[in-house]
């Protein structure tokens, strides 16, 4: 038995790898911006519940004896969700915007074995810095930030233009391992279990 994270994110599987975990990488394929549309209208952290879960259902078929990870991110700013920018030009936009200012990452956790679906989604408070034009077009330059959650990455180049965090480091990253282990002791495993040593 093991994890089969359904996502293609190196920070997912970094945050996976560090905590002793070599998941099975398979990404689902899932029209987020079709779901998003479904969803218009529902609470900010349903909507990436609802994502997660997406991605875990169309994996999980495949894998009926390990347990399906799914994982969504997207940032809470000025009561707007935000997703990944892709381009650089949007990358500077939000720069602009949530530099000096708070916001709400929310990650949405989808987690199969079997029958079994549990959905939990977690909240972390990001405080900005106050980035300068410079930096933000040179981070934005980086490539880095172009497909990340609300622009920006933790452990990386980003991490320079973070003040703070108010929450769970790891859901920050791409998948809380506190949500995760509450899940696998739900599901009747140890965390440990899928640890290789």
Known sequence: ????????????????NSAGVEPLIHPADVDEDALLHSLNGSAPEEIVRQLALAKAQVVAP????????????????????QGKP????????RWKQ??????????????I???EVIVESSSTNIHF??????????YADSGEPLECAGAFTLEALGGWFIDSIEGDP????????????RALYRLGFNASDFWNM
């Not at 894998?63 to 997207?74: H, K, N």
């Not at 949530?98 to 987690?111: E, S, V, W, Y």
């Not at 810095?129 to 040179?138: C, F, G, K």
């Not at 790891?170 to 282990?181: A, D, F």
């Open 1 to 16: 038995m093991q994890i089969v994270l359904a996502s293609q994110s190196p920070s997912r599987r970094r945050i996976l």
């Open 62 to 81: 495949s894998y009926p004896g390990d347990v399906v990870i799914g994982g969504d991110s997207m940032l809470l700013i000025d009561a707007t969700l």
């Open 86 to 93: 892709h381009t650089r030009e949007a990358t500077i936009e």
């Open 98 to 111: 949530q530099r000096g200012n708070k916001a709400t990452l929310i990650t949405g956790h989808a987690i």
């Open 113 to 115: 074995f079997g029958d």
């Open 129 to 138: 810095a106050e980035a300068s034009d410079v930096d933000i077009e040179r």
């Open 170 to 181: 790891s859901s920050v990253i791409g998948l809380s391992l506190p949500v995760v282990r």
